[in-house]
């Protein structure tokens, strides 16, 4: 059976997407906040499958609220492996697909780590845009002997490195560096209308969002770089949410500091691993990433749907 989501299925969401070939680092928390941090315009909605009792799918879908592009839609479905070809990933798309027709989607985005998805996507009329690595950093063999020499040196040159705790009551300066940094990456609709008071809700007011183990660089106290962090104590796994610099200041080694930062305070938590997705062409971000070690764990490809039938 196909129904909305219920802020009470969050937990059992969080623990089926723990089941996905490269786990989430999501908890039922932060799945409850996707879908209240929403705005409006976004029209956002999610729905399960009910198998046996307990939620054996899940869907979410919205109008992508953070492009100038009117009319972008995307939806997202996970069923577990051994709950695929029952017709359960269909029956909740054709669900998601009428809900977003609905709304105004004129186009749709989906993405997928799997063959299953990569089929049933192309068999919907989705075709392939993009391709971004899913990376994994273990935490315990990073190797973390250059945060001391380089946060020296960044010292000398003006930087402050301050934990995002020490400067969240800035919310507008750290606004206007995410959205500088977001509208660059490379993706088939840029995000580049991030308004101020959405992004309070669903950004800064992520209840995964890490404050003592997100950090900024500052330069004359103005933030220029950043590398924020969600967390799953549970799961002692983390993710790196978004990483960027302002780009009137990179290629000084400032994500580098952030993100040399940020890692360590994981380590020092006990957390395991931290995964990021970066895009194939973000060329820079994927050197940075590879460089302190993580390693590609999956390819995520993205799929766009052009006409809505």
Same mark, same amino acid.
């Given at each position: 059976?196909?129904?909305?989501?219920?802020?009470?299925?969050?937990?059992?969401?969080?623990?089926?997407?723990?089941?996905?070939?490269?786990?989430?680092?999501?908890?039922?928390?932060? &799945?409850?906040?996707?879908?209240?941090?929403?705005?409006?315009?976004?029209?956002?909605?999610?729905?399960?499958?009910?198998?046996?009792?307990?939620?054996?799918?899940?869907?979410?879908?919205?109008?992508?609220?953070?492009?100038?592009?009117?009319?972008?839609?995307?939806?997202?479905?996970?069923?577990?492996?051994?709950?695929?070809?029952?017709?359960?990933?269909?029956?909740?798309?054709?669900?998601?697909?009428?809900?977003?027709?609905?709304?105004?989607?004129?186009?749709?985005?989906?993405?997928?780590?799997?063959?299953?998805?990569?089929?049933?996507?192309?068999?919907?009329?989705?075709?392939?845009?993009?391709?971004?690595?899913?990376?994994?950093?273990?935490?315990?063999?990073?190797?973390?002997?250059?945060?001391?020499?380089?946060?020296?040196?960044?010292?000398?040159?003006?930087?402050?490195?301050?934990?995002?705790?020490?400067?969240?009551?800035?919310?507008?300066?750290?606004?206007?560096?995410?959205?500088?940094?977001?509208?660059? &990456?490379?993706?088939?609709?840029?995000e580049d209308d991030v308004r101020l008071d959405d992004w309070l809700i669903e950004a800064l007011g992520h209840p995964q969002l890490s404050r003592e183990g997100s950090f900024v660089?500052?330069?004359?106290?103005?933030?220029?770089?950043?590398?924020?962090?969600?967390?799953?104590?549970?799961?002692?796994?983390?993710?790196?949410?978004?990483?960027?610099?302002?780009?009137?200041?990179?290629?000084?080694?400032?994500?580098?500091?952030?993100?040399?930062?940020? &890692?360590?305070?994981?380590?020092?938590?006990?957390?395991?691993?931290?995964?990021?997705?970066?895009?194939?062409?973000?060329?820079?971000?994927?050197?940075?990433?590879?460089?302190?070690?993580?390693?590609?764990?999956?390819?995520?490809?993205?799929?766009?749907?052009?006409?809505?039938?």
């Amino acid at each position: 059976m196909i129904r909305p989501f219920r802020r009470e299925d969050a937990d059992a969401v969080a623990a089926l997407l723990r089941r996905d070939a490269v786990p989430h680092a999501l908890t039922g928390a932060g &799945i409850r906040h996707w879908l209240a941090s929403q705005p409006e315009r976004a029209r956002a909605a999610s729905w399960v499958a009910e198998e046996d009792g307990g939620v054996g799918g899940w869907l979410r879908a919205r109008l992508r609220w953070a492009t100038s592009t009117e009319g972008v839609g995307e939806l997202w479905a996970f069923v577990p492996p051994a709950s695929r070809r029952r017709g359960v990933g269909a029956a909740l798309y054709e669900v998601a697909h009428e809900h977003l027709r609905a709304a105004g989607a004129r186009v749709l985005e989906s993405w997928t780590t799997a063959d299953d998805g990569a089929r049933f996507l192309r068999a919907r009329g989705f075709r392939e845009t993009r391709r971004q690595d899913v990376l994994q950093l273990d935490v315990a063999t990073a190797d973390l002997s250059g945060l001391e020499r380089l946060h020296a040196a960044k010292k000398a040159d003006g930087y402050e490195l301050a934990r995002l705790a020490a400067v969240a009551d800035r919310p507008e300066e750290l606004h206007r560096l995410d959205a500088a940094a977001t509208a660059e &990456i490379p993706t088939t609709y840029a995000e580049d209308d991030v308004r101020l008071d959405d992004w309070l809700i669903e950004a800064l007011g992520h209840p995964q969002l890490s404050r003592e183990g997100s950090f900024v660089v500052l330069a004359a106290e103005a933030p220029v770089a950043y590398a924020f962090l969600h967390v799953d104590p549970a799961s002692r796994t983390a993710a790196n949410e978004m990483t960027g610099t302002h780009p009137d200041h990179r290629r000084r080694g400032l994500a580098r500091l952030a993100k040399l930062a940020s &890692i360590a305070w994981a380590r020092e938590q006990g957390y395991e691993a931290i995964r990021t997705d970066t895009d194939e062409e973000n060329s820079g971000m994927l050197h940075l990433n590879r460089s302190l070690g993580y390693r590609r764990v999956a390819t995520e490809t993205q799929y766009l749907l052009e006409e809505l039938r």
